[in-house]
């Protein structure tokens, strides 16, 4: 039987948004962990470029 919206808990009302919220900040912080990591990683690489690459 389907419970009307307007009767559902007062707890299963609010996390609908609230875990909308929680989803959308985990999938910003991976963003960003990946996009640290892989300017870490290009710079490291750059790093090991000029160090062949120099002039001794």
Known sequence: ??????????????????ERW?????MLRVFVYVFATHAFAGFVWLLFYVGQNAQT
């Open 1 to 18: 039987m389907h419970t009307p919206r307007l009767f559902r808990p007062y707890a299963v009302r609010m996390t609908d948004g609230h």
């Open 22 to 26: 929680k989803e959308r900040g985990v």
